[in-house]
């Protein structure tokens, strides 16, 4: 779905006019192309005092990838991105000199720039005036994301105490939100719980040999999912319907994978998903549960015809396979679950009490799992994405959709691609320290986190 106003407000004549009158500009956002730079100018390293040695670490990881470091804004260059390390802050005042230094650099940020903090989790610091601190980087980066301009994001990365900065997930976490695949990921602070993992030996194929099931996938951000991981190396499994078979058929053969139509509700799912993958393919890696559905109304006139479905279908049903794949021994070392969960889920919507109810589950489905994920070597994460150009938002009413397009920090809804990115990332052996999590797709909401 096109957003008009967007393409309006970036060209000729309307650009100016929406300027002279203070409309809402929303910026084209950088996203991924093949050969693009990762970011568009030189990297800024800050830091405080205590983080020095984790500066200079992540710093050399970033000369590694071909970029031009700084480690002080001198000139007037214009900033691809500022790396803010807070790693060793232990008390607020230690926030003071990076976060102020970090201000004026805004100002020369490119269109698409990127700001990333690397922090501690407040809840395993070792005293008050710690856990303020780490606190305090939360509360810093989210508002500062949204004062960013020109399309550029803010995002942070929460290490565990005792996992290193050079650990694999970090980098991989910090070369995601650095680059164009993480476009639409906005004021976000993304765990690392663990070391594990393994940076792949060719970026743009992180999933070369894997085998990838994605279900729901016959339209919309399924088949964007589905394009996105053969793109980047895997065999795809797409999974749908009957009813959706001729659309199903189009998108395997696009990615050359193979099509499977089942309703992922039934009994017998599990085993004829694995049926399908182990004789096609003959080993499963990555399960994407991205098929979901919506009966919206007021829960004063909810019926169960409209409330059960919505429930069995978008996390009854998940979780069953995964449980099913799991008692079968199909997920094994290296194996990634990645579930479709909802910012509805996470902040509530109105009419949408079934569709919250079966969101929010999702996160706490993925919360209670990694444990069992952990155990055979696997990882299991959610995406939330908030307001995505998709056949369903394009039947919201204008005036309503117009509104929620503007309500993120962002400005614009966001694309079925930002979604299947973001789940690509999380699939990748780059992100095995991460597991449990929600991640927001949401461009940032301007109001709540």
Not at 361 to 372: E, H, I, M, T
Not at 413 to 426: K, M, N, S
Request: with cysteine.
């Amino acid at each position: 779905m096109t957003d008009t106003y967007l393409n309006l407000v970036n060209s000729g004549f309307t650009k100016k006019l929406a300027k002279q009158l203070g409309l809402p500009r929303p910026a084209v956002l950088r996203r991924h192309r093949p050969g693009a730079p990762l970011v568009p100018g030189p990297v800024l390293v800050l830091h405080d005092d205590a983080s020095d040695p984790d500066a200079d670490a992540l710093a050399t990881r970033l000369l590694e990838w071909d970029l031009d470091v700084r480690r002080h804004a001198t000139g007037d260059d214009r900033f691809g991105a500022v790396v803010v390390v807070l790693t060793e802050a232990a008390t607020p005042e230690a926030l003071s000199a990076p976060m102020l230094a970090l201000g004026p650099v805004l100002k020369r940020l490119a269109p698409g720039g990127r700001v990333v903090t690397v922090s501690r989790p407040a809840a395993s610091a070792g005293s008050a005036a710690a856990a303020a601190t780490r606190q305090g980087v939360d509360g810093a980066l989210r508002s500062l994301a949204k004062e960013l301009r020109g399309g550029a994001t803010g995002n942070g990365i929460v290490v565990a105490d005792g996992v290193p900065v050079t650990a694999p997930s970090v980098a991989g976490a910090l070369h995601f939100l650095l680059s164009g695949r993480s476009a639409y990921v906005d004021g976000q602070l993304l765990p690392v719980t663990s070391d594990a993992g393994t940076l792949p030996a060719d970026p743009d194929r992180p999933l070369d040999g894997r085998v990838a099931v994605v279900t729901g996938a016959a339209r919309g951000i399924g088949a964007a999912i589905a394009r996105v991981l053969a793109r980047d190396g895997a065999t795809v499994v797409v999974v749908d319907v009957p009813a959706a078979g001729d659309a199903l058929a189009k998108v395997a053969n696009e990615v050359r994978g193979s099509a499977l139509q089942l309703d992922i509700t039934a009994d017998d799912a599990a085993t004829r998903l694995l049926q399908h993958v182990r004789s096609r393919h003959g080993r499963l890696d990555v399960v994407v549960h991205n098929a979901g559905i919506t009966r919206d109304k007021l829960l004063a006139n909810m019926t169960a015809e409209k409330w059960d479905p919505v429930v069995g279908v978008n996390v009854v049903a998940p979780m069953r396979i995964t449980q099913g794949l799991l008692d079968a021994g199909a997920l094994g070392d290296g194996s990634r679950v990645v579930c479709l969960a909802s910012t509805s889920g996470i902040a509530g919507n109105r009419g949408q009490t079934n569709y919250a109810a079966s969101k929010a589950g999702v996160v706490g489905f993925v919360a209670a799992s990694a444990p069992a994920l952990a155990q055979v070597g696997g990882t299991i994460n959610a995406v939330a994405p908030g307001f995505i150009e998709t056949d369903m938002t394009a039947r919201i009413p204008f005036a309503t959709r117009e509104v929620a397009r503007r309500l993120s920090s962002l400005q614009q809804g966001g694309q079925p691609v930002d979604v299947a990115e973001t789940i690509a990332f999380l699939a990748s052996p780059q992100a095995a320290g991460i597991s449990g999590e929600t991640l927001r797709v949401c461009g940032q909401n301007m109001v709540g986190r």
